[in-house]
Nanobody
Framework: QLQLVESGGGLVQPGGSLRLFCTISGFTLDYYAIGWFRQAPGKEREGVSCIASHGGSTHYADSVKGRFTISRDNAKNTVYLQMNDLKPEDTAVYYC???????????????????WGQGTQVTVSS
């Protein structure tokens, strides 16, 4: 059974950091781009960051460039999202997703995926 499980979310003060984990089971990551999406209350889901199957190409939303870093370890079937300098507007449920596509930019912009995780809450507040 294909599963994506997110962890690492929580409550953090503005300016703080969190690291999200996406652990994937049931299939090999070799041909899948992996992305992080988020949805805040009353807003549409948006692509935050996506990474190509080989890890050599990444895409970031303008709102997180310079603050977030996506990486992956295919041997561990895990994708990471390091989030620094967090802002209240980063508050959302963060979802991990997989899509059999070459371009991480296309994945993030189109928000079309093959598999979704269940999400993890990130709250940035003082």
């Amino acid at each position: 059974q294909l599963q994506l499980v997110e962890s690492g979310g929580g409550l953090v003060q503005p300016g703080g950091s969190l690291r999200l984990f996406c652990t994937i089971s049931g299939f090999t990551l070799d041909y899948y781009a992996i992305g992080w999406f988020r949805q805040a209350p009353g807003k549409e889901r948006e692509g935050v960051s996506c990474i190509a199957s080989h890890g050599g190409s990444t895409h970031y939303a303008d709102s997180v460039k310079g603050r977030f870093t996506i990486s992956r370890d295919n041997a561990k079937n895990t994708v990471y999202l390091q989030m620094n300098d967090l802002k209240p507007e980063d508050t959302a449920v963060y979802y991990c997703a997989a899509r059999k596509i070459y371009s991480p930019q296309a994945m993030c912009v189109q928000s079309t995926v093959d598999y979704w995780g269940q999400g993890t809450q990130v709250t940035v507040s003082s």
